[in-house]
Each structure stands twice: as C-alpha cells, then as structure tokens.
C-alpha cells in the first residue's frame, strides 16, 4: 500500500530548531515534497528531494534518505510565523503525489 | 488574474443538489489537480487532467466529474451533493504532469458544506 506517516503535533520555541519526521511508503518513488500550510490558507510549496541527502534553503533544510523511506524538514531560528502546518508528500510511479495529514506546529515565545 | 482563482470561496449547499466548483490559472500550466482535505485526513486527490482535453481519477473520484476543455480552466462538479462531500476542496496546478520536478501551486480553497 503507500502510506506517508508523520506526527501530527509539534511544539517548540522560538529562536530554537525543530525537525519534523516524515516515513513514506509509494508504489513508486519519484521524489519528496515539503509544503507549508497557514490555517485557512492554501498549502504552499518548501522544498523537494529526490537524491539522498541534504537541501537548503535559507532556515529551512530538508533530508531524504531513499533506502530509508524517510525524510525530515528541519527549522532554524524558529520565528512566530513559522507556527503552521508542515505537508510531507511523496510522489507515486504515476507521478501523483500521496499527502500525509501533516504535522501542526505550534511556536511559544 | 494571478495565478490560481477559485470560485465560491464558500458556499452551502442542501444535498442532492447540483454545484459546480470553478478554478482558473493564468500560468499556462498543462497539468491541473481537485483535491479535498479534511480535518486530520492528508489532502486526497479526485481528479486530475494532464493537459487540456484529457482527465484521470484520483484517490476519491466518486460523487464528482471534471472536464478540460481549454488550458485554464479545470470546474469540478458534484452531480447530487452529498453530506459526506462536505469539505475544503482545492485546485492546483502545475507545469508538467510528473518528470523530476513537480511544484504544485494551490488555489485558495472552496469551503463546502452539504447539508
């Protein structure tokens, strides 16, 4: 079956780093996606892999680890407006994504 | 027009009705997405087109139809509403069908109720 499996709350501080999980099981793996989601907004793209290791991008990072099945988006200098909702999705052998339910992450001063 | 429209932002809707969710992209991109999200549940694709002229299923088709006639416009319609279709509904786009990259842009959303 294919499956995306990340935590579906996180809690952290601002000005700290926070790295947020995500597992994946696809028919056919052709690369992995990062979306940000501000409540009652649309998602909007981060980042993506389809190479094993590390992608970066100004705060924000993100890790694939292809024999693994797992991926993680990592937050540097949290700010309050970081507090949203992080989508993990994989892409199948049809090149459709499959979206995992997100992780709500919640900032504190 | 910039970038991807949606209309209703919001409506309500008693079941068995017809509706017609509009979406609109001034992008030129070939390939457009219908997904709907629910509370807890990951976003679920319903339908998908490729490039003007032809469509596909997704992950929930039931209960819903599609057509592309031209490049920017992609109406998603709910034949008889049902209040399992309650939902936030989202178009996208993007400007190839899969090969290595595929960033999707995302319209505002349509929030339905069916009562």
């Known amino acids: 079956g294919q499956n995306i499996d990340q935590p579906t709350e996180m809690t952290a501080t601002e000005g700290a780093i926070v790295q947020i999980n995500c597992t994946y099981q696809t028919s056919g793996f052709n690369g992995l996606f990062w979306y940000q989601q501000h409540a009652g907004e649309a998602p909007t793209f981060l980042s993506y892999n389809v190479l094993d290791g590390l992608e970066e991008k100004g705060r924000f990072s993100s890790f694939l680890s292809r024999s693994k099945g797992y991926s993680y988006l990592l937050l540097k200098e949290l700010q309050m407006k970081d507090s949203a909702s992080y989508l993990c999705a994989g892409t199948d052998s049809n090149y459709q994504l499959i979206w995992g339910a997100g992780t709500k992450l919640i900032i504190k001063p | 027009i910039a970038g991807i429209t949606q209309a209703p932002t919001s409506q309500i809707l008693a079941a068995g009705r017809r509706m017609t969710l509009r979406c609109t992209q001034d992008?030129?991109?070939?390939?457009m997405y219908w997904y709907r999200q629910d509370l807890g549940l990951g976003l679920r694709l319903i339908h998908y087109s490729n490039t003007a002229g032809t469509t596909g299923k997704g992950e929930v088709p039931d209960g819903y139809s599609v057509s592309r006639a031209n490049t920017d416009d992609f109406p998603l319609t709910l034949a008889s509403a049902v209040p399992s279709q309650t939902s936030v509904y989202f178009c996208a786009s993007s400007d190839s069908p899969g090969g290595p990259f595929d960033e999707q842009f995302f319209g505002p959303g349509t929030r339905l109720t069916v009562l």
């Open positions: 992008m030129r991109h070939n390939a």
